[in-house]
Every structure is written in C-alpha cells, then in structure tokens.
Nanobody, 123 residues
Framework: QVQLVESGGGLVQAGDSLRLSCAASGRTASTYAVGWFRQTPGKERELVARIRWSGGSVDYADSVKGRFTISTDNGKNMVYLQMNSLKPEDTAVYYC????????????????WGQGTQVTVSS
C-alpha cells in the first residue's frame, strides 16, 4: 500500500503561481510513477502531469504545457506540481496519484490516490 497526502491548495488570482506537494509513504520503493490529476464538478478526472518515479519520461496535458511542472524528490518521497500563470479554468480539486507498475502506467490507471486539495483561481 502507498499513502498519498496532498497539500498546498488554496485561493489565488489569475496569473499567480502555486505549488502543490504530495507526501508519499508506505511501499514507495515499488512505485513505478506518480502523477497529478484534477477534477471539477460534473466532469471526469483528468490527467494533469505524470512522471516516472526514477525520472525521465514526463507527460503533461496540453492545457498546462509550458505553465505547470511536475517534479519529485525521491529522497523525501515527495511529488510536486509547480503551477504558474494560473487561469480560472485551472480551478479544480487536484489529486496526487501513484502507479504501482508499468502496466498501470501504460493503461493510465493509477493504483493509489490522495484525498485531493482544492485549487481556486479567481479572475
């Protein structure tokens, strides 16, 4: 089992920056990759960014490319999402997720989820 706890959400204005953090614990050594998703009411949860735990391959949603950066600190079992030039449409609950294996990574089905943190961007 892997436990994920997000922090860093809040209310900001359009154009501001915010950094989300995710603390991972448990069987993190067997984690293949981690990522950030977001969800708004009435919509499906969507991938924002993901990265292999060992580094290397990084994927971003088109809507956040050039504005958001995902990173990890393996020594501290932390995952970060730096969000710059925030827009009102970035408003959502952001979830940290972990992929247990390459199979779950390739099929885009994270194994573990955090409880979510609200990000609200006012215009």
């Amino acid at each position: 089992q892997v436990q994920l706890v997000e922090s860093g959400g809040g209310l900001v204005q359009a154009g501001d920056s915010l950094r989300l953090s995710c603390a991972a614990s448990g069987r993190t050594a067997s984690t293949y990759a981690v990522g950030w998703f977001r969800q708004t009411p009435g919509k499906e949860r969507e991938l924002v960014a993901r990265i292999r735990w060992s580094g290397g391959s990084v994927d971003y949603a088109d809507s956040v490319k050039g504005r958001f950066t995902i990173s990890t600190d393996n020594g501290k079992n932390m995952v970060y999402l730096q969000m710059n030039s925030l827009k009102p449409e970035d408003t959502a609950v952001y979830y940290c997720a972990a992929y247990e294996s390459i199979v779950t990574y390739m099929t885009q089905r994270p194994t573990y989820w955090g409880q979510g943190t609200q990000v609200t961007v006012s215009s």
